[in-house]
């Protein structure tokens, strides 16, 4: 059982950055691949990004790209996710989300395959 905690989110005004945390305990971080969701009032939960076990893939949405960094550190914190940049319409709860995966592995988009999720973090943005 792994059990992730999400840090970090809070308010800031657009064109801001936020720094989110996710810490994971009861596994080893290593072994899963690991990603961000997030979910606005009234909308589905959607993909915001995803990194492999190794750190080397790492996939975002299309939303976010350029603006997001996820990392990942595999003897601390389990993953980062550095949001720049930030827009009224990155307002939502964000979700840490683990699966355990093999090592050569790309990362997953979809969030039925996530195994383990945190309890969510809010991060408002004002215009």
């Known amino acids: 059982q792994v059990h992730l905690v999400e840090s970090g989110g809070g308010l800031v005004q657009a064109g801001g950055s936020l720094r989110l945390s996710c810490a994971a305990s009861?596994?080893?971080?290593?072994?899963?691949?690991m990603a961000w969701f997030r979910q606005a009032p009234g909308k589905e939960r959607e993909f915001v990004a995803a990194i492999s076990r190794s750190g080397g893939i790492i996939y975002y949405a299309d939303s976010v790209k350029g603006r997001f960094t996820i990392s990942r550190d595999n003897a601390k914190i389990a993953v980062v996710l550095q949001m720049n940049t930030l827009k009224a319409e990155d307002t939502a709860a964000y979700y840490c989300a683990a699966r355990e995966a093999a090592y050569m592995d790309a990362p997953r988009y979809e969030s039925g395959v996530y195994d383990w999720w945190g309890q969510g973090t809010q991060v408002t943005v004002s215009s």
């Open positions: 009861g596994g080893t971080s290593s072994k899963y691949h």
